[in-house]
């Protein structure tokens, strides 16, 4: 399959080396300062792009896919405002576009047992949830995505709560999520139900950027050969 990266930071590095392991070429690498671009034929010849990038660069990067008939895979977080934008494009334009806050196969295990945690949660009013993730410093966006991606899965399940904020509850009905950049760390997230006798927490922890970088080189696959909005849901089909 042929790939075009968009984006060669830590992400696209790590998914060139995946990609190449499992047969894939890679066609082009559009980056900041790279001589490759949209408008080449080797862009235009890729099968798939996957996208890493940052916050406010994202969504024209997928107008530019669109534009060339690519389909997209993206990691990209922090540009969720515009989700509906791009969902209505896959609909009325037949796009592709494929998108995980975080692609990683043990984090989607923790997003399904997140959901089961808080429906069994639901009625022990003694306890109060928070959560707490830690990422590298060179991170721009705070909450993570991966952290908004829990935070929804509980207000889903757990009729008092109905929004997160970043730091502090501003009511009873918020999920407190503190977000900390210390050194390299790939990306941890915990998630903590507190009574006044005790705790439960889950806890999921990143060893490297792999499993994330696999799973968007399995998601690129997968969009290759099927069409619309896709999701981890549909690749992994919890
Ligand atoms: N969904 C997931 O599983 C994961 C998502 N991420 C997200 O992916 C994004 C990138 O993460 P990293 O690779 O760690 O960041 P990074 O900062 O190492 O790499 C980003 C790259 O994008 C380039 N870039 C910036 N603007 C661009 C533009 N307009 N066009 C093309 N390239 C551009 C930068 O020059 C840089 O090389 C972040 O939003 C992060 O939160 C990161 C890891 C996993
Ligand atoms: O920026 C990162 O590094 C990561 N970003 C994603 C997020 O915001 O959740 C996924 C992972 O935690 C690493």
């Known amino acids: 399959m042929k790939i075009a990266l968009i984006g060669y930071g830590k992400m696209g590095q790590e998914i060139e080396k995946i990609a190449l392991d499992r047969g894939h070429e890679i066609v082009s690498k559009i980056d900041i300062s ?3 671009s949209f408008a080449d034929d080797a862009f235009k010849s890729a099968n798939v792009a996957i996208e890493f990038t940052r916050p406010e660069a994202a969504y024209d990067n997928y107008m530019k896919c669109f534009e060339a008939n690519v389909p997209v ?10 989700l509906t934008d791009i969902q209505d494009r ?3 334009d037949k796009q592709t576009f494929f998108y995980a806050s975080n692609f990683s196969l043990g984090v989607n295990i923790f997003f399904e047992l997140n959901k089961q945690l808080a429906r069994i949660m639901n009625k022990m009013e003694e306890y109060n949830v928070s959560m707490e993730e830690v990422h590298h410093t060179q991170k721009l966006d705070a909450p993570s995505g991966t952290a908004i991606t829990l935070a929804e899965g509980i207000i889903d399940n757990v009729d008092g709560k109905t929004d997160w904020k970043l730091d502090k509850e501003e009511n009873t009905s918020d999920i407190a999520i503190k977000a900390i950049r210390e050194g390299q760390v790939p990306g941890i997230h915990t998630i903590k139900y507190e009574s006044s006798v005790d705790e439960i927490i889950i806890h999921h922890s990143a060893k490297s950027r792999k499993g ?8 690129a696959e997968f969009a290759a050969k099927n069409n619309g909005y896709l999701t981890m ?3 992994l089909n919890f």
Request: glycine residues 12%; proline residues 0%; hydrophobic residues 40%.
């Open 73 to 82: 895979v993206s990691g990209t977080t922090g540009w969720l405002d515009k």
């Open 212 to 219: 994330f970088a696999l799973g968007a080189v399995l998601a």
């Open 34 to 36: 790279s001589k490759d």
């Open 233 to 235: 849901n549909d690749l």
């Open 90 to 92: 896959c609909k009325n």
